[in-house]
């Protein structure tokens, strides 16, 4: 999976789709995996990145991660 092209992205959390005129807003957990989406790195590095770097329960994780996966899916955000 990785991030469409043509979708915007700033540190801040902000995301814009110029498809669709859409904009939304994400926190910096999500910003940094989203710019982990745009490298094209893929779900296991990401979770396992981001499991090393804060201290998060790894199971629990996961579980967002695919949430928040499921929402840019849902948002036409994302290249499967």
């Known amino acids: 999976m990785r991030l469409k092209k043509n979708i915007a992205t ?3 959390g902000f995301i ?5 005129g859409d ?3 994400s926190n910096p957990l999500g910003s940094e995996i989203l710019s ?3 490298d094209d790195i893929d779900r ?5 990145l981001i ?3 804060y201290d998060v329960d790894k199971i ?8 928040f996966i499921s929402q840019l899916i849902d948002n036409n955000l994302l290249d499967e």
């Open 10 to 12: 700033s540190e801040a």
């Open 16 to 20: 814009f789709n110029p498809g669709t």
């Open 23 to 25: 904009s939304y807003s």
């Open 36 to 38: 982990n989406l745009k």
């Open 44 to 48: 296991k590095a990401i979770i396992n």
């Open 51 to 53: 499991c090393s770097k």
């Open 60 to 67: 629990q994780f996961e579980k967002d991660f695919d949430d």
